[in-house]
C-alpha cells in the first residue's frame, strides 16, 4: 500500500455540487452497462415478449370474422404493451428492491448525489431497453404476422406518446412497488403475480372480446389495458375496432387515463419511497 | 478548509435512541477534535452502530445535541454530505462493473473529487483496476469501500468496524491506509471491538457499553486508570483457583505467605493490561 500524498486539490477552491441532470445521464450510462452485462437478464428481457408471441400467435392464427385481421396480428400490439411493462414494470420493481436489499441505494444516499439523479437513470435505462424491445417485436409482428407499419405521420405520432405515457406510468408503478417486497428473495414473486394477472385482465393473452366485462372493467383501472388498446389503434386497421368494448380506440381517453396513472404513480414513487430496508428501521 | 466555532469536527451532547422498549444509546457526549482519529470502542450491541449511524445523517434520533461540522445531520444538505466519507459495516457496490468505472463514477457525484487513480493506488487496488466488483475478494471489497468513502476528500471519514473479518496482515495495511490519511488532515471516527486497533490508530477513544460513555481518554490514560492495581492469584490447599484485584498486592501477598507458611502454590500477580480495563469497564469481566 502507498503512503504518497494524494491530496491534489486546492484548499481555497470552492467547488460547485455537479447538478441533478448531468449526473442523471452518467447514471443511466451507467445502468445501461450493468444491465447488459448480466447476460441472463438480457436474454430473459428481451426473449420473453418475443417467445410469447411466437406461441400465441402460432397456437391462434385464424382470421377474426369481420375485423380483417388474424389471431397473430392482434397478438403483436398486445405482446409490444407487455413488453414495454416488462421492461419498466418488472424490471425496475425487481432491480430496486434488490438494491435496497444489497444496500446499494443506502450507500447512494450516504453521498452528495441527488435522488433525481438515481430516477433519471432508471428512466435512461427503462428508454433504452423499451424502445429496444418495442423494436424488436415490431420487426418481428411485421415481418412474420404481416403487420402493416402505419403509412401517416398522425399514427407514428399517436404511437409515441402512447409509447412515453405508458412506459412512463409502468416505471412509476415499477419503482412504487419496489418498495413492498421485504428482500432481495422475494422481489421477483411479488412484482410478477400482479404482473401476471393484470395482463389476463387487459388483454395481453387473450382477446377483449373474449374476456368478461367485469374483468375488463377491473383490467381499465391500470394503465396496461389502455396501452393495449392504443397501440392496436396504432398498429391495426380501423376494420378491428369492433373488438374494442367501447366499439372504437378512445385515444382521447388513453391519453387521460395513462396521464392520470403517470401523475399517480409519481405521488406514490414519493410518499412511498425508501433508501434503507425494513431491517434497519 | 471551514472551521467551526468551538473547533470540534463532531460535537454530540445526550444523544438518545430508543428501538421500540431497547434503549440503544442512553445518553451519548462526544467531542471529536479537527484532524483527530477518534475511536469508539464497545462490545456489540453497545450502540456505536447506532451513534456513528445517527452521524451519518442516516438515522432519526429521539434526542440530543448533533452538530457535525457544524450542522445538524437530521437536517443536512448536498454540501454537507459532499464534507463526510463513510465506509459502512456491511457493504456492497454494483457488482457487474469494475473497480476503475466505480471509483470514477462516484468521483463524479462529489464538487472537488480525488483524482480516481490515485485512490485506487492508495487503497492498493491498482492490479484489480478493471476486475468487476463481484469478483473480488471479502478484503478486496473493503478496500473498495474505503476508496468509495474518501473519493469525495471527505473532512470527515465515519468507518464502522472497518476491519471486520480482515485476516492480520489486511489488517495491518489497513491501519496503514488510516494513518496516512490523517496525516493528510482527515478527521476520522472509528468504530471497532478490537482493542488493539483502537491503541494503533486513535488520538483519543470512548468506550461505550450498553448505550452510554464509560470511559473516555488516551489509550494510556486508560489503562493507568485501573493501573494502581494488581490481580493476584494463588491455588488454596483444597485445590481452588482463587483471583483477588487489590490496590495493595504486596499486603496480600504478605498475609497468604503467613497462611500458607512459606511457599503459595500457583502464586502469580499481574498487572492490569488495557483488555483488562475494558472487559471491567464494559461489564464483560466474567468473560475472561
Same mark, same amino acid.
Given at each position: 500500500?502507498?503512503?504518497?500524498?494524494?491530496?491534489?486539490?486546492?484548499?481555497?477552491?470552492?467547488?460547485?455540487?455537479?447538478?441533478?441532470?448531468?449526473?442523471?445521464?452518467?447514471?443511466?450510462?451507467?445502468?445501461?452497462?450493468?444491465?447488459?452485462?448480466?447476460?441472463?437478464?438480457?436474454?430473459?428481457?428481451?426473449?420473453?415478449?418475443?417467445?410469447?408471441?411466437?406461441?400465441?400467435?402460432?397456437?391462434?392464427?385464424?382470421?377474426?370474422?369481420?375485423?380483417?385481421?388474424?389471431?397473430?396480428?392482434?397478438?403483436?400490439?398486445?405482446?409490444?404493451?407487455?413488453?414495454?411493462?416488462?421492461?419498466?414494470?418488472?424490471?425496475?420493481?425487481?432491480?430496486?428492491?434488490?438494491?435496497?436489499?444489497?444496500? %446499494?441505494?443506502?450507500?447512494?444516499?450516504?453521498?452528495?448525489?441527488?435522488?433525481?439523479?438515481?430516477?433519471?437513470?432508471?428512466?435512461?435505462?427503462?428508454?433504452?431497453?423499451? %424502445?429496444?424491445?418495442?423494436?424488436?417485436?415490431?420487426? %418481428?409482428?411485421?415481418?412474420?404476422?404481416?403487420?402493416?407499419?402505419?403509412?401517416?405521420?398522425?399514427?407514428?405520432?399517436?404511437?409515441?406518446?402512447?409509447?412515453?405515457?405508458?412506459?412512463?406510468?409502468?416505471?412509476?408503478?415499477?419503482?412504487?412497488?419496489?418498495?413492498?417486497?421485504?428482500?432481495?428473495?422475494?422481489?421477483?414473486?411479488?412484482? %410478477?403475480?400482479?404482473?401476471?394477472?393484470?395482463?389476463?385482465?387487459?388483454?395481453?393473452?387473450?382477446?377483449?372480446?373474449?374476456?368478461?366485462?367485469?374483468?375488463?372493467?377491473?383490467?381499465?383501472?391500470?394503465?396496461?389495458?389502455?396501452?393495449?388498446?392504443?397501440?392496436?389503434?396504432?398498429?391495426?386497421?380501423?376494420?378491428?375496432?369492433?373488438?374494442?368494448?367501447?366499439?372504437?380506440?378512445?385515444?382521447?381517453?388513453?391519453?387521460?387515463?395513462?396521464?392520470?396513472?403517470?401523475?399517480?404513480?409519481?405521488?406514490?414513487?414519493?410518499?412511498?419511497?425508501?433508501?434503507?430496508?425494513?431491517?434497519?428501521? | 478548509?471551514?472551521?467551526?466555532?468551538?473547533?470540534?469536527?463532531?460535537?454530540?451532547?445526550?444523544?438518545?435512541?430508543?428501538?421500540?422498549?431497547?434503549?440503544?444509546?442512553?445518553?451519548?457526549?462526544?467531542?471529536?477534535?479537527?484532524?483527530?482519529?477518534?475511536?469508539?470502542?464497545?462490545?456489540?450491541?453497545?450502540?456505536?452502530?447506532?451513534?456513528?449511524?445517527?452521524?451519518?445523517?442516516?438515522?432519526?434520533?429521539?434526542?440530543?445535541?448533533?452538530?457535525?461540522?457544524?450542522?445538524?445531520?437530521?437536517?443536512?444538505?448536498?454540501?454537507?454530505?459532499?464534507?463526510?466519507?463513510?465506509?459502512?459495516?456491511?457493504?456492497?457496490?454494483?457488482?457487474?462493473?469494475?473497480?476503475?468505472?466505480?471509483?470514477?463514477?462516484?468521483?463524479?457525484?462529489?464538487?472537488?473529487?480525488?483524482?480516481?487513480?490515485?485512490?485506487?493506488?492508495?487503497?492498493?487496488?491498482?492490479?484489480?483496476?478493471?476486475?468487476?466488483?463481484?469478483?473480488?475478494?471479502?478484503?478486496?471489497?473493503?478496500?473498495?469501500?474505503?476508496?468509495?468513502?474518501?473519493?469525495?476528500?471527505?473532512?470527515?471519514?465515519?468507518?464502522?468496524?472497518?476491519?471486520?473479518?480482515?485476516?492480520?496482515?489486511?489488517?495491518?495495511?489497513?491501519?496503514?491506509?488510516?494513518?496516512?490519511?490523517?496525516?493528510?488532515?482527515?478527521?476520522?471516527?472509528?468504530?471497532?471491538?478490537?482493542?488493539?486497533?483502537?491503541?494503533?490508530?486513535?488520538?483519543?477513544?470512548?468506550?461505550?457499553?450498553?448505550?452510554?460513555?464509560?470511559?473516555?481518554?488516551?489509550?494510556?490514560?486508560?489503562?493507568?486508570?485501573?493501573?494502581?492495581?494488581?490481580?493476584?492469584?494463588?491455588?488454596?490447599?483444597?485445590?481452588?483457583?482463587?483471583?483477588?484485584?487489590?490496590?495493595?498486592?504486596?499486603?496480600?501477598?504478605?498475609?497468604?505467605?503467613?497462611?500458607?507458611?512459606?511457599?503459595?502454590?500457583?502464586?502469580?500477580?499481574?498487572?492490569?493490561?488495557?483488555?483488562?480495563?475494558?472487559?471491567?469497564?464494559?461489564?464483560?469481566?466474567?468473560?475472561?
Amino acid at each position: 500500500m502507498t503512503t504518497t500524498a494524494v491530496r491534489t486539490r486546492t484548499e481555497a477552491s470552492a467547488g460547485r455540487l455537479p447538478g441533478a441532470w448531468v449526473l442523471g445521464l452518467h447514471r443511466g450510462a451507467l445502468e445501461i452497462k450493468q444491465f447488459f452485462r448480466q447476460r441472463e437478464q438480457v436474454v430473459f428481457t428481451f426473449a420473453f415478449p418475443v417467445v410469447f408471441l411466437f406461441l400465441f400467435a402460432s397456437i391462434f392464427h385464424d382470421a377474426v370474422r369481420g375485423t380483417g385481421v388474424t389471431a397473430s396480428q392482434l397478438y403483436v400490439p398486445a405482446m409490444m404493451a407487455s413488453g414495454i411493462m416488462s421492461t419498466s414494470f418488472q424490471s425496475l420493481g425487481i432491480s430496486i428492491a434488490v438494491e435496497r436489499d444489497e444496500r %446499494v441505494l443506502r450507500r447512494l444516499r450516504g453521498t452528495p448525489m441527488p435522488p433525481t439523479a438515481y430516477f433519471l437513470g432508471k428512466i435512461w435505462l427503462v428508454l433504452f431497453t423499451g %424502445v429496444l424491445e418495442t423494436a424488436i417485436l415490431l420487426l %418481428v409482428g411485421t415481418t412474420v404476422y404481416g403487420v402493416d407499419l402505419p403509412s401517416d405521420a398522425g399514427k407514428w405520432f399517436d404511437f409515441g406518446w402512447i409509447f412515453v405515457l405508458g412506459l412512463t406510468a409502468c416505471a412509476l408503478l415499477g419503482i412504487a412497488i419496489s418498495s413492498v417486497p421485504k428482500s432481495a428473495k422475494s422481489a421477483s414473486s411479488v412484482v %410478477v403475480l400482479p404482473f401476471l394477472v393484470v395482463q389476463f385482465v387487459s388483454g395481453v393473452y387473450i382477446s377483449v372480446n373474449a374476456i368478461p366485462h367485469w374483468m375488463l372493467d377491473i383490467g381499465a383501472l391500470f394503465p396496461l389495458k389502455w396501452l393495449c388498446q392504443g397501440l392496436r389503434g396504432v398498429f391495426l386497421p380501423d376494420s378491428a375496432k369492433v373488438l374494442e368494448q367501447a366499439g372504437s380506440w378512445e385515444f382521447g381517453r388513453i391519453a387521460l387515463v395513462l396521464a392520470a396513472w403517470c401523475i399517480a404513480g409519481l405521488a406514490l414513487c414519493l410518499l412511498t419511497f425508501r433508501w434503507k430496508d425494513r431491517r434497519e428501521g | 478548509m471551514t472551521t467551526y466555532a468551538n473547533g470540534l469536527a463532531v460535537d454530540v451532547r445526550g444523544l438518545r435512541k430508543q428501538y421500540g422498549d431497547v434503549t440503544a444509546v442512553d445518553g451519548i457526549d462526544l467531542e471529536i477534535r479537527r484532524g483527530e482519529v477518534f475511536g469508539l470502542l464497545g462490545p456489540n450491541g453497545a450502540g456505536k452502530s447506532t451513534t456513528v449511524e445517527i452521524l451519518q445523517g442516516n438515522r432519526d434520533r429521539d434526542g440530543g445535541e448533533v452538530s457535525v461540522l457544524g450542522a445538524d445531520p437530521a437536517r443536512a444538505a448536498r454540501a454537507w454530505r459532499s464534507k463526510i466519507g463513510i465506509v459502512w459495516q456491511d457493504e456492497s457496490a454494483p457488482a457487474e462493473l469494475t473497480v476503475r468505472e466505480t471509483v470514477r463514477h462516484f468521483a463524479r457525484y462529489y464538487p472537488r473529487p480525488r483524482d480516481p487513480e490515485k485512490v485506487i493506488g492508495l487503497v492498493g487496488l491498482e492490479a484489480k483496476a478493471d476486475s468487476r466488483i463481484k469478483g473480488l475478494s471479502g478484503g478486496q471489497r473493503r478496500r473498495l469501500d474505503v476508496a468509495l468513502g474518501v473519493i469525495g476528500d471527505p473532512e470527515l471519514l465515519l468507518l464502522d468496524e472497518p476491519t471486520t473479518g480482515f485476516d492480520p496482515a489486511a489488517r495491518r495495511q489497513f491501519w496503514e491506509l488510516i494513518r496516512t490519511l490523517a496525516d493528510e488532515g482527515t478527521t476520522i471516527l472509528l468504530t471497532t471491538h478490537y482493542l488493539e486497533e483502537a491503541e494503533e490508530l486513535a488520538d483519543r477513544l470512548a468506550v461505550v457499553a450498553k448505550g452510554r460513555v464509560v470511559a473516555e481518554g488516551t489509550a494510556s490514560a486508560l489503562r493507568n486508570r485501573f493501573g494502581s492495581e494488581a490481580i493476584v492469584e494463588w491455588t488454596e490447599a483444597d485445590g481452588r483457583n482463587r483471583r483477588e484485584r487489590t490496590g495493595t498486592p504486596t499486603r496480600t501477598v504478605t498475609e497468604l505467605t503467613r497462611r500458607f507458611d512459606g511457599e503459595i502454590p500457583g502464586l502469580r500477580i499481574s498487572r492490569p493490561t488495557l483488555e483488562d480495563v475494558y472487559l471491567r469497564l464494559t461489564g464483560q469481566e466474567d468473560a475472561r
